[in-house]
Nanobody, 124 residues
Framework: QVQLVESGGGPVESGGSLKLSCAGS??????LGWFRQAPGKGREGVAA???????YYANSFKGRFTISQDFGKSTVFLQMNKLKPEDTGMYYC????????????????????WGQGTQVTVSS
């Protein structure tokens, strides 16, 4: 059974950086994604990484955020640079057993397991 635990969120000023971590067990065969949920809105895809290392990014975060995975694939990271107030939200890590492709990676309904989330608050 896959279990995911996020950490690394917190308050940060605009232009600053944070690095989120998602520690997992039983997910080495899964594809992993990061999603953001802003207040009053649904979850949106931020980035994802496949088992083979291929990565995907939403346009809003491309060039500022980097998703990576440790060698043992037990932890996935989201390095967030040049943060903006509109990046504020709860960030969730999610796992999907089946293949990710450019047309589906950002759909939260396709992911099977979710962490509890970590809050990121960017002040102007």
């Amino acid at each position: 059974q896959v279990q995911l635990v996020e950490s690394g969120g917190g308050p940060v000023e605009s232009g600053g950086s944070l690095k989120l971590s998602c520690a997992g067990s039983g997910q080495s065969d899964n594809n992993l994604g990061w999603f953001r949920q802003a207040p009053g809105k649904g979850r949106e895809g931020v980035a994802a990484i496949r088992r083979d290392g291929v990565t995907y990014y939403a346009n809003s975060f491309k060039g500022r955020f980097t998703i990576s995975q440790d060698f043992g694939k037990s932890t996935v990271f989201l390095q967030m640079n040049k943060l903006k107030p509109e990046d504020t939200g709860m960030y969730y890590c999610a796992a999907r057993l089946f293949r990710l492709v450019p047309s589906n990676w950002a759909y939260p309904g396709l992911y099977n397991t979710w962490g509890q989330g970590t809050q990121v608050t960017v002040s102007s």
